[in-house]
């Protein structure tokens, strides 16, 4: 019997549950071979993908490399042959990656953000958690009282967690009806100049310069470890993978993200994805791997630090009961494109426009000038 090799490539360096697919995969399909190898970017990727001997699958931990054109096959097809797969993928998700109707990857490694509470802290004040229908007001209102300094200015503790990067403030963006770029990320003017993005911008500054509830950029503290010195935590499924690890998941209360002016439902999402090239000698064999590993086994998320794309998963991993998980399930079905998925070039100018959020927090930059600058970088 002849054994068909399939050639994945993949960015990720932690393998654990990939290496466990391939092993119950070529298990199940003797005269098959997964071989794995490594990539440490987008670009590695591509090199190899444009090499004489290309990979059948590639990976990546972000959804850049699936945007790009002519690299990968449409799953659409082989996803309709299969009876209720379609109706069981989270539509939030495909909705984002979707493009022209096709669908060039499958996600993984999906996050998003919602807060936490750390249960004690509130109590100690003798505060009521928030509730789904809370303003960014109300927020506010709650990390004031929650932050707590010695004679010398220097917190203790903090009311807010977050960090300040161009990324952690789109949800809030997202909900006070602005945007960073336009829907098919040609364009950042009109958008990250608009006045509902800069309203939001500017309440975000102002919890940091003004009413102070969230450390600043290199701000001394003494408020110790995310989890234990900071009353509400802007987190994503990756933080509560890391409570529920240390088993302190009951000493977190979860809600979503605060209500804004702006009134829109919306949030953002990190994905990587996996899918088949164009240049596959074994497309339907590689797509068959593919599915094993990303839809197929629940193990994966029995301990999950991310979220599953398939109903079934979260049902057959108990995601779906758990009492924080099951609330970043729900979140799926508002999610929405960020500007880093929009655009590779405003993404690679992350560094320069967090460098000018530093200056608007830590020296009082202007924000409404900053902000029409950014209109450069897309």
């Known amino acids: 019997m002849s054994m068909t090799e399939i050639r994945l490539l993949t960015q990720f360096q932690q393998m654990h549950h990939l290496l466990q697919a391939k092993e119950s995969f070529e298990a199940a399909n003797p005269n098959v071979r997964i071989v794995v190898e490594q990539a440490s970017d987008n670009f590695e990727s591509m090199r190899e993908f444009k090499s004489d001997h290309p990979p059948d699958i590639m990976d990546s931990g972000g959804w850049g490399l699936f945007n790009q054109?002519?690299?990968?096959?449409?799953?659409?097809?082989?996803?309709?042959?299969?009876?209720?797969?379609?109706?069981?993928?989270?539509?939030?998700?495909?909705?984002?990656?979707?493009?022209d109707g096709t669908l060039p990857g499958l996600p993984m490694d999906v996050s998003l953000p919602l807060i936490l509470i750390n249960k004690a802290m509130f109590d100690r004040q003798g505060l009521a958690y928030p509730t789904e229908d809370w303003t960014w007001d109300d927020m506010i209102g709650l990390a004031q009282r929650l932050t707590l300094r010695n004679e010398d200015g220097v917190a203790h503790q903090f009311g807010f967690a977050t960090g300040a990067d161009i990324e952690n403030f789109e949800p809030f963006v997202m909900r006070n009806g602005g945007r960073y770029l336009s829907p098919d990320g040609s364009t950042a003017r009109g958008y990250v100049d608009s006045e509902n993005t800069m309203d939001a911008f500017r309440k975000i500054i102002d919890m940091y310069r003004i009413h102070q509830v969230t450390r600043k950029p290199g701000e001394?503290?003494?408020?110790?470890?995310?989890a234990d010195g900071f009353a509400m935590i802007f987190g994503f499924?990756?933080?509560?993978?890391?409570?529920?690890?240390?088993?302190?998941?009951?000493?977190?209360?979860?809600?979503?993200?605060?209500?804004?002016?702006?009134?829109?439902?919306?949030?953002?999402?990190?994905?990587?994805?996996?899918?088949?090239?164009?240049?596959?000698?074994?497309?339907?064999?590689?797509?068959?791997?593919?599915?094993?590993?990303?839809?197929?086994?629940?193990?994966?998320?029995?301990?999950?630090?991310?979220?599953?794309?398939?109903?079934?998963?979260?049902?057959?991993?108990?995601?779906?009961?758990?009492?924080?998980?099951?609330?970043?399930?729900?979140?799926?079905?508002?999610?929405?494109?960020?500007?880093?998925?929009?655009?590779?070039?405003?993404?690679?100018?992350?560094?320069?426009?967090?460098?000018?959020?530093?200056?608007?927090?830590?020296?009082?930059?202007?924000?409404?000038?900053?902000?029409?600058?950014?209109?450069?970088?897309?």
Request: glycine content about 10%; some cysteine.
């Open 220 to 226: 001394p503290f003494k408020a110790g470890q995310l």
């Open 69 to 99: 054109e002519g690299v990968f096959i449409d799953l659409i097809p082989f996803i309709k042959e299969i009876e209720g797969l379609e109706e069981d993928l989270y539509p939030g998700i495909i909705r984002v990656v979707g493009r």
């Open 237 to 378: 499924t990756w933080f509560v993978g890391g409570i529920c690890e240390k088993g302190r998941e009951e000493q977190f209360e979860i809600v979503g993200l605060p209500r804004m002016q702006g009134g829109e439902e919306a949030n953002m999402i990190y994905m990587g994805g996996c899918g088949v090239t164009t240049k596959s000698k074994h497309p339907r064999l590689a797509w068959e791997f593919i599915r094993h590993y990303i839809l197929e086994r629940q193990e994966s998320f029995l301990m999950p630090w991310n979220l599953p794309i398939t109903r079934t998963l979260a049902e057959r991993s108990g995601m779906n009961s758990h009492r924080l998980w099951k609330r970043y399930l729900m979140e799926l079905e508002i999610v929405q494109p960020s500007g880093f998925y929009l655009s590779e070039k405003w993404n690679t100018s992350r560094q320069l426009i967090n460098e000018d959020i530093h200056r608007m927090i830590n020296e009082g930059a202007d924000v409404r000038h900053l902000m029409k600058s950014w209109t450069r970088f897309a």
